[in-house]
């Protein structure tokens, strides 16, 4: 769990390092298993609500739920309000 935390609290400072170390493909491998925690049991997407829970388990508890908004809107490319590429 303290590895999950590290890399999503400090995701900006240890990318460059980390995409150095161990390569693209093992970076990916990681976060797309990180993801994976976000994830709604039931809708098996990520959405607002599951962010928000989860986001206190991963230690961003101070995160605003505008700023659990915008993270969602960023990348969700249907507009359905999740989280459903395949990251599975
Ligand atoms: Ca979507």
């Known amino acids: ?16 390092s980390m995409m150095e170390r161990y390569g693209a ?3 990916l491998r990681e976060l797309r298993n990180e993801l994976k925690l976000l994830i709604d049991g039931e809708r098996e997407v990520i ?3 599951s962010l928000k829970t989860k ?10 739920d505008d700023e659990i908004v915008c993270m969602l809107s960023e990348s969700d490319l249907d507009g359905d309000c ?3 590429q ?3």
């Open 1 to 16: 769990m303290e590895e999950v935390v590290d890399i999503v609290v400090h995701f900006e400072n240890y990318f460059p």
């Open 25 to 27: 493909k093992w970076l």
């Open 47 to 49: 959405m607002f609500e």
């Open 55 to 64: 986001s206190v388990m991963l230690g961003l508890s101070d995160m605003e």
């Open 82 to 84: 999740a989280l459903n």
């Open 86 to 88: 395949e990251i599975k």
